[in-house]
C-alpha cells in the first residue's frame, strides 16, 4: 500500500479543489463572521461555477494556467477594511478555467455570469452592451472573464466581473476601453485618466450596490513614489503624500529619493472607477502594489500589511487571523501569500484597504524571488 499524498495541512491531495476552497472559505467565514450556513451556500456557488475544475483532485496539474494567481489556482480571496467597520470577505475565481481556449473560456464565464445575475435577479443591461468588446470571436490576451463577489451576511453577494480590454490586442485596448466607457455614459472617461502602460481589465459591479462602478485598471512599469502620489484623478480624492506614504511603506523603499523608489519587479496597478456624476471624472481610485514581488517572504509582506493598517487606523487582527486560516505554513516559508496589497479612495468614505490572499490550492512560491522585472505581457 502506498501512503496517502499529504500536504502541509495533513489534506489528502486527493481533495478536489472546490472542497479544499470550501475548507478555506469556512475558515475566512470564521474570521469576518459570517453564518457557516452562508459560508456553504457561497462554497456551493463556488464549486458550480467552477464546473469541472471543482471536481479535480489537487494531485492532478492545476486545470489551466490561470493569470489569476501566481500557482494557476482560479481563485483568490480577498480581505477589504475600514476603520472601525467588520472587514468584508471577497472572492475572485475564473468560471472558464477549465476550458481548452480562451473562446469557451469567456463563453463559459458569460454563462455562469448570468445564471448568477438570474438567481438574484441582478439586472445585465449594462454587460449585454459591452459584451461584443471583450468577448470577440478571436480572443486574445491571459484572461477572457473573471467574476468575484462580495460575500454579504445573508447569502447574496455583490457581483463584480472582470473583462481583458487587450481582448482584440493590446494595440486596440485603449479604444476599446473607450467604447466600453462610451456606451455605458462616460463619454469623457478615458480622457480623464493618467497615462499609463496599459489596460489590465476592464470591470462592472452587478447586484445591489449603492451606486455600481464601472471600472478602468491601468497598469505602470516602473513607477516611482512621486508618479504614485499623482495618479489620482478623482475630485477631493487622496492627498499625495497619502498615496506616496502607501507606495513607499508597501514597496519597502522607506525615505529612500523618489528615483531609487521604483515599483520596477512587477507593475503597479491604478484603479479608477466611474459612477454617475456631473463632473465626468471617476468617483473613485486605488493604488494596487503586487506586494509579493517586494519582500523576501509573507512575514516581511504581514509587516508592510501591519504598517499600513496602522497608517489608516485599521485593525489589522482579521487580516492576520486570515493568514493563518488559509494555510498552516508559516509566513516566512513562501512569498506570495498576500498578493497585493491596495488602498481604496471613495468619494464620501473613509478609506479602504484591501489584501489579496492567495489560495496556494498547489503551491506556495519560495522565498526571495525578487524577480527581475515581468516582461510586458501585452507588447
Ligand atoms: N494575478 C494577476 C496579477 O498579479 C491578477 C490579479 C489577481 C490581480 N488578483 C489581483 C490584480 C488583485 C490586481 C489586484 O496581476
Redesign the pocket.
Known sequence: MTAPDLDLAGHDRSMTLGVFAENQLQQLGDVVGLAPSDTKAYASVLAESLGSAAQRPLNLPPPSRS????DHTPI?F?LSCRPGETPSLRL?FEPGCAADNLVDNGRTGWRVLHTLAGRWGFGVRQLDLIEDLFLPTAPQGS?AL?LAMELRPGGVPRLKVYLNPAASGAHTAGATVHEALRRLGYEQGLSALPSSDGY??FALDLGDWAAPRAKV?LRHENLTAAGASRLSRMPDGPRPAVLEDFFRTVGGFGRAPSEESRADR?PA?T?HSFTETATGLPSGFTL?M?V?AYVRHDGEAHERAVAVFEQQDIDVTPLTRALSAVTPRRLEDGAGLI??L?LAHEQGQAPRV?A?ISSEAYTAHPTIPLRPTQAATSS
Not at 493569470?67 to 501566481?70: C, G, K, M, T, V
Open positions: 493569470f489569476l494567481s501566481d483568490e480577498s475572485l484572461l473573471w489590465p481589465f485598471y512587477l496597478l484603479c494596487h503586487p509579493r498578493a497585493y491596495a484591501t489579496y
